[in-house]
């Protein structure tokens, strides 16, 4: 399977006209921002009224010889609507099909454009309007952080977290998503997961992921393990208090960005979102940068991530990924990151939030586990993050 970088397909469009790109996600979303010239096929393209997949169909329309030069992409890596798609194509006969490398995402980080909206996901761009100081940290940084009340909630529930930990495999088992259970949203996300990355050099990371599905699936097993009950009213008191701060926060930026509450928080209708528990042990592997990484420079997909609380200093984040640092994230504050898909409820050029995880010395919960961190994911209601992409949540460079 072809793969063709961003840089490559400039260079081609430069000097080749015959070139074919094919968009494969959905029509709102090539509506909204697609490469120039681009062709839209959604590979989840139906036929009206009936559940019949007309991709190939669509595809047979543009009546192309089949040594035609084609690329297709999606929203971002590992975008499965592209993969599939290259596939249906090559196996229609054709034999010079790639796939854009990073997909939408990564041609914009490489400076490519767009249209009909242009879109500048690193160089922050100045709002016509005096921004709020949200709205202006973010536009500075790519990041913000801000005063958050639940900060001695998050403490205990990364506490809690631990201790849950600490029941037998066994146990943990039965917090584990059903076989074959697929989320589809962020807010159906759910569980005990376990990401084993021995292809990285890393040791399993174990996360526990609340949100309404949690909730339910695992009413019964959260009732039987005294760690789990805490664990769990440990993390309902915090998310209480999250999205709280999280309101409150938005009203802030109305002025720069009407209408973001609503978006965010839409009257009658479920929210968008899920507390992410991440565990890191420890690692002594350095990368080839000389950092003890725990996860790699990246942005979220979706609309934010809010850093809710972490045991000690790993996380650094930046307005691209050559300006990562350590912020000045203190006691008290959570971290507003956004993600990719920020800037259709906001201001173009805040953020996304590159970020990347490293373990630091102060970075040491036990002998067991590096490091602890909550995070809350949030998806604005209109257009939620891909829902197809089973990637985990980031973007990984
Ligand atoms: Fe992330």
Not at 155 to 179: I, M, R, V, W, Y
Not at 256 to 284: N, R, V
Request: one cysteine or more; a negative charge; charged letters at 20%.
């Amino acid at each position: 399977m072809q793969m063709k970088s961003a840089v490559e397909l400039q260079k081609i469009l430069a000097k080749d006209a015959h070139t074919v790109i094919i968009d494969v996600t959905r029509e709102t979303h090539f509506q909204a921002h697609h490469i120039v010239e681009a062709v839209n096929i959604p590979y989840r393209a139906r036929q009206e009224g009936s559940s019949k997949n007309i991709f190939v169909d669509l595809f047979k329309e543009l009546k192309l010889a089949f040594g035609t030069p084609i690329i297709v992409y999606g929203e971002h890596t590992g975008c499965r609507l592209a993969y599939m798609a290259h596939n249906a194509i090559e196996e229609l006969g054709y034999t010079n099909v790639s796939e854009l490398k990073g997909g939408l995402h990564g041609w914009i980080i490489e400076g490519g454009t767009t249209e009909p909206k242009n879109i500048t996901h690193v160089t922050p761009v100045s709002p016509v309007v005096s921004p709020d100081p949200i709205t202006a940290e973010l536009l500075k940084k790519g990041y913000a952080e801000f005063k958050f009340s639940g900060y001695e909630l998050a403490s205990n529930a990364g506490s809690a977290f631990a201790d849950f930990l600490t029941l037998p495999q066994q146990a943990l088992e039965e917090f584990k998503p059903p076989a074959g259970y697929t989320p589809t949203r962020l807010c159906t996300h759910g569980g005990y997961l376990a990401y084993a990355q021995p292809e990285k050099g890393r040791p399993t990371i174990e996360n526990f992921v609340i949100s309404p599905v949690a909730r339910e699936l695992f009413s019964e097993s959260f009732a039987k393990y005294p760690q789990a009950q805490a664990f769990i009213s440990a993390a309902n008191a915090l998310q209480v208090s999250a999205e709280k701060t999280l309101r409150e926060l938005l009203t802030t930026m109305e002025s720069t960005s009407p209408g973001i509450t609503q978006a965010f928080f839409p009257e009658g209708e479920e929210l968008d979102a899920a507390m992410w528990f991440m565990k890191y042990p420890h690692t002594d592997t350095k990368d080839e940068n000389g950092k003890m990484s725990l996860c790699r420079p990246h942005f979220d997909l979706g609309a934010l991530t809010i850093g809710l609380w972490e045991n000690g200093p790993g996380l650094r984040a930046g307005s691209s990924k050559d300006t990562i640092t350590y912020p000045g994230w203190k006691s008290g504050e959570a971290l507003f990151l956004p993600g990719a898909d920020f800037w259709k409820v906001s201001t173009p050029g805040a953020g996304p939030a590159w970020h990347e995880v490293i373990q630091h010395p102060n970075d040491s919960w036990n002998e067991d586990i590096a490091r602890l961190s909550i995070v809350f994911f949030m998806s604005h209601s209109k257009d939620s993050m891909c829902s197809v992409c089973d990637e985990r949540h980031a973007i990984v460079y």
